[in-house]
């Protein structure tokens, strides 16, 4: 059975950066699309990044939304199976918990893939 686990979160100042890790057990994330979401109190899940596979040696690209862009990286650490988000100038509306998955699509994760527990990242000062 595989397993997602997301860490880094916690509670930073306006301005400040926070970079959070998706590590993974018994499944090679090289070989897969991975999504970072996030779900703020009351409102539903949103993507936030989508970090391209890495298989075969082909260098990632990441998509951002345009809630977080210019202000969120993601990268990959293949040789440790972890992909990441940095997130810096962090604003109070980025307070979520931020779930990582083996899938950019919320709907594809779900029914066939894997989601992490989720991590919380609070905003404030």
């Known amino acids: 059975q595989a397993h997602l686990v997301e860490s880094g979160g916690g509670l930073v100042q306006p301005g400040g950066s926070l970079r959070l890790s998706c590590a993974a057990s018994g499944l090679t994330l090289n070989w897969y699309a991975i999504g970072w979401f996030r779900q703020a109190p009351g409102k539903g899940r949103e993507a936030v990044a989508c970090i391209s596979s890495s298989d075969g040696g082909v260098v990632p690209t990441t998509t951002y939304s345009d809630s977080v862009k210019g202000r969120f990286i993601g990268s990959r650490d293949t040789d440790n199976n972890i992909v990441y988000l940095q997130m810096n100038d962090l604003k109070p509306e980025d307070t979520a918990v931020y779930y990582c998955?083996?899938?950019?699509?919320?709907?594809?994760?779900?029914?066939?893939?894997?989601w992490g527990q989720g991590t919380q990242v609070t905003v404030s000062s």
């Open positions: 998955a083996n899938d950019c699509l919320e709907d594809a994760a779900t029914a066939y893939g894997y």
